[in-house]
């Protein structure tokens, strides 16, 4: 068994926080509960390259979501911040409107030849709602088809309104949809990822889908023309495509996933990744798509900040120079192979899935699964490591760090070999287990 855990000031933080912010926190994603309920520290006081400190000041090395992917680069990358508190000194917003952001439009449509014009949110929920705005413009229907997970507002959620398992399998099973008006029931339609036959169902049965919304990649390859033929029939039923690059853009490839396999969408949204950790999405689109945005009220002070869009320059920038993406996909190669060993090694049956620079694993041990994976956690923890079952790889992660990460597995997985093996998995917890995360197809 390992070390015991202490309850730290994160702990205690945590325990105040949940009392005065309903959950406790503003993401779901990094509530304490769904990594170690009890035991994960929760806060930080800094964060640089990969490496984490708590409020008790130990250091840890994140070899898990990395801020849910939003920092590719790296935790406070030197570049980037350089240009943030240029711009911070500079007046990071007026009555007047920052330059950066036309440069950054000029950017993406250079990346993008396919768009022609820009828009700017600070989150990716906000931005998939103003593609959503956006579409429904244009087309003049209402109707969404789509795949896949896009945020939290109405349009999406009101999915579940419809059927309580509208959204199982693109964002937590069973998910109220307390709050949103029984009114947009029936306006969200889900079909699953690779599902082609679903979309042309739905297509079939509604005439009046106004945009077909999905990630082109999630944690599985596109299914030969999948892609292309979501194009062929948003184009035959006069409905937006957009794809929803939130998550995947520039991931694995410079500019997006659609730019690897070639489908180009109406709208495409992005998010996390672009400014490596300060507040800023686009909007990017065909021309006569974007116009509509004229059409409907899309107006917000903070959207003429400067910081997101030289945070985002910046960022686009050195990835370009460094291409960062070579570099990820070696780190996670080398530790999606290094787990499969281990694995192999302590006769411990997992699952792998995820995109080349993410790893996602999971233990196929039915109703125990996630009781294993909380000890996983807990046993890295005390190891130096912040481990969940999804590791971002970030241009900042080092052969080192890897070697680091796996060794430290390697004696985890000792002790998860033997709780599995003797019924104890349970017992070897010093708290609950994990709340399940977000369980989607794509």
């Keep these: 068994m390992g070390k015991k855990l202490k309850k730290k000031k994160g702990q205690a933080l945590w325990e105040r926080a949940k009392k005065i912010i309903p959950g406790g926190n503003q993401l779901l994603s990094k509530r304490a509960e769904m990594f170690l309920p009890e035991g994960w520290p929760s806060y930080y006081t800094k964060a640089k390259g ?3 400190w708590d409020l008790d ?5 994140d070899m898990s979501i990395m801020s849910v992917g939003a920092c590719l680069l790296g935790y406070a990358d030197q570049d980037v911040n350089r240009a943030v508190k240029k711009a911070v000194d500079g007046g990071s917003i007026s009555t007047l409107n920052p330059p950066e952001e036309v440069e950054l439009a000029e950017l ?6 396919w768009a022609k014009m820009v828009r700017y949110a600070r989150t990716g929920g906000e931005a998939a709602a103003v593609a959503i ?3 429904r413009a244009y087309s003049g229907k209402d109707k969404i088809a789509f795949c896949g997970y896009h945020g939290w507002q109405d349009w999406y959620l009101s999915a579940n309104l419809a059927h309580k398992k509208n959204l199982d399998g693109h964002l937590l099973a069973g998910l109220s949809a307390k709050g949103v008006p029984r009114g947009l029931a029936g306006s969200a339609l889900p079909f699953h990822y690779n599902n082609i036959a679903e979309l042309e169902s739905i297509a079939a049965r509604h005439k009046d889908i106004g ?7 999630r944690y599985a390859e596109p299914a030969k023309g999948f892609l292309q033929n979501v194009r062929r029939i948003a184009d035959e039923i006069g409905a937006v495509l957009i794809f929803d690059e939130i998550s995947s853009g520039f991931k694995v ?7 690897l396999y070639g489908v180009n969408p109406d709208i495409a949204v992005f998010a996390k990744a672009i400014s490596n950790g300060f507040p800023m999405a686009a909007i990017i689109g065909k021309e006569e798509v974007m116009q509509a945005a004229q059409e409907s009220f899309i107006s917000s002070t903070y959207w003429t900040e400067r910081v997101g869009p030289a945070a985002a320059l910046a960022t686009l920038k050195k990835m370009k120079e460094k291409k960062i993406h070579a570099h990820m996909k070696k780190m996670a190669t080398l530790i999606r192979s290094g787990l499969k060993t281990l694995a192999d090694k302590h006769e411990l049956k997992m699952n792998f899935s995820g995109l080349p620079t993410v790893v996602v694993f999971s233990f196929d041990y039915g109703d125990e699964s996630q009781a294993i994976r909380t000890l996983f956690t807990q046993e890295m923890l005390v190891r130096g490591f912040l481990a969940s079952n999804a590791i971002y790889v970030s241009y900042s992660h080092s052969e080192k760090d890897v070697r680091a990460y796996l060794k430290s597995a390697d004696e985890v997985f000792v002790l998860l070999k033997d709780a599995v093996r003797n019924n104890k998995v349970k017992e070897f917890l010093k708290g609950p287990v994990a709340h399940a995360g977000f369980q989607r197809l794509t």
């Excluded at 000041?57 to 090395?61: A, E, N, S």
């Excluded at 993406?108 to 030849?113: D, L, Q």
């Design 133 to 135: 705005r956006i579409a």
């Design 211 to 217: 945009a077909i919304v999905m990630e082109p990649i």
């Design 108 to 113: 993406f449509i250079k990346i993008h030849p």
């Design 57 to 61: 000041g130990k250091k840890y090395i």
């Design 50 to 52: 990969v490496h984490v």
């Design 253 to 259: 490839h410079y500019g997006g996933a659609h730019l």
